[in-house]
């Protein structure tokens, strides 16, 4: 193969990603880095600030592009957040790797306040992601929750230009970009459940493309992949776009693998919970026999708001 050509987001988080992607690729396979080109994709979800995505049109914004460039071959490989990624891929892709998953936990970062227990009442609260806001509103139905688009650093220079009180962002993220320091809290996964996905980078590629997928082979992390199975498999069985407030982890201990799954409604009053555990190498079915489950426990009238 001649150069492999990586597409990406072009935002600072993604373009992380994808160097970690070239590096593992790189070292598994002995290559020097002149024989990867990252190629930034500038994606209707980076574009779109004034609104959420929601009602902008859901997860796919973030990947529309990039995967547009997968299949006409201007790229050979995707590297993507898996939380951003829609359940159903465009016809003739794939999700063929994940790297090793970091932290999956959601950091807050106060400026009035070190957790949001402590902030004081009825101040701005600020987050794109309608899981996020329902579970401030769960824990703190007094908090005034705003609408907070943008990349990592537009959303940490909102903060301190004083248009909320405080954030929650995904630990990974401030992780591989070195922004420990901003953190104030780290939310614990049973209080404050993360998105299916979080945390873990996924590969698309195209399905056939044997070439490369002998390269990720050599870099997938077989105990990640069969958690983001579960997770999506949940995430897909309920709706698994962004009109839907759903968190969803699962973790593997050798051959075992446990989850934990949560929907809510968006103003934080009602959610339903389910824990699930059972062989790993059944990872997608524990996933949508875990979104059956919460389904019947909840009830239709519970689902009439997300139509």
Same mark, same amino acid.
């Given at each position: 193969?001649?150069?492999?050509?990586?597409?990406?987001? $072009?935002?600072?988080?993604?373009?992380?990603?994808?160097?970690?992607?070239?590096?593992?690729?790189?070292?598994?396979?002995?290559?020097?880095?002149?024989?990867?080109?990252?190629?930034?994709?500038?994606?209707?979800?980076?574009?779109?600030?004034?609104?959420?995505?929601?009602?902008?049109?859901?997860?796919?914004?973030?990947?529309?592009?990039?995967?547009?460039?997968?299949?006409?071959?201007?790229?050979?490989?995707?590297?993507?957040?898996?939380?951003?990624?829609?359940?159903?891929?465009?016809?003739?892709?794939?999700?063929?790797?994940? @790297?090793?998953?970091?932290?999956?936990?959601?950091?807050?970062?106060?400026?009035?306040?070190?957790?949001?227990?402590? @902030?004081?009442?009825?101040?701005?609260?600020?987050?794109?992601?309608?899981?996020?806001?329902?579970?401030?509103?769960?824990?703190?139905?007094?908090?005034?929750?705003?609408?907070?688009?943008?990349?990592?650093?537009?959303?940490?220079?909102?903060?301190?230009?004083?248009?909320?009180?405080?954030?929650?962002?995904?630990?990974?993220?401030?992780?591989?970009?070195?922004?420990?320091?901003?953190?104030?809290?780290?939310?614990?996964?049973?209080?404050?459940?993360?998105?299916? $996905?979080?945390?873990?980078?996924?590969?698309?590629?195209?399905?056939?493309?044997?070439?490369?997928?002998?390269?990720?082979?050599?870099?997938?992390?077989?105990?990640?992949?069969?958690?983001?199975?579960?997770?999506?498999?949940?995430?897909?069985?309920?709706?698994?776009?962004?009109?839907?407030?759903?968190?969803?982890?699962?973790?593997?201990?050798?051959?075992?693998?446990?989850?934990?799954?949560?929907?809510?409604?968006?103003?934080?009053?009602?959610?339903?919970?389910?824990?699930?555990? $059972?062989?790993?190498?059944?990872?997608?079915?524990?996933?949508?026999?875990?979104?059956?489950?919460?389904?019947?426990?909840? $009830?239709?009238?519970?689902?009439?708001?997300?139509?």
């Amino acid at each position: 193969m001649q150069t492999l050509k990586i597409g990406t987001r $072009g935002s600072p988080l993604a373009l992380a990603q994808a160097h970690e992607t070239r590096a593992r690729l790189m070292k598994a396979h002995g290559l020097p880095e002149q024989a990867f080109e990252v190629v930034a994709i500038s994606t209707s979800g980076d574009r779109i600030q004034d609104r959420p995505l929601s009602e902008a049109g859901g997860k796919g914004l973030f990947t529309k592009e990039i995967e547009e460039a997968l299949l006409d071959r201007r790229i050979d490989i995707a590297v993507h957040s898996s939380k951003d990624m829609p359940t159903v891929l465009p016809e003739g892709l794939e999700l063929s790797a994940f @790297l090793p998953r970091e932290d999956a936990r959601d950091a807050f970062i106060g400026k009035t306040a070190t957790r949001i227990a402590d @902030l004081p009442q009825g101040v701005r609260v600020g987050s794109s992601s309608l899981r996020r806001q329902a579970l401030i509103r769960r824990m703190r139905p007094d908090l005034d929750v705003v609408m907070f688009r943008g990349n990592v650093q537009t959303r940490l220079r909102k903060l301190d230009e004083g248009v909320a009180d405080g954030t929650i962002l995904a630990y990974a993220g401030l992780k591989r970009l070195g922004l420990d320091a901003v953190i104030t809290d780290l939310m614990p996964l049973d209080l404050f459940p993360p998105a299916p $996905g979080q945390g873990a980078i996924a590969i698309e590629s195209r399905i056939g493309d044997r070439e490369v997928e002998k390269m990720l082979a050599a870099i997938h992390d077989v105990p990640t992949g069969q958690a983001l199975a579960c997770e999506r498999a949940f995430l897909g069985a309920l709706d698994g776009s962004c009109r839907t407030p759903i968190a969803g982890h699962a973790t593997i201990s050798g051959e075992k693998l446990s989850f934990a799954g949560l929907i809510i409604s968006a103003d934080g009053t009602e959610s339903h919970e389910v824990s699930l555990d $059972g062989p790993a190498r059944d990872a997608a079915e524990i996933g949508a026999e875990a979104a059956r489950t919460v389904r019947a426990r909840a $009830g239709a009238k519970f689902f009439d708001g997300w139509a």
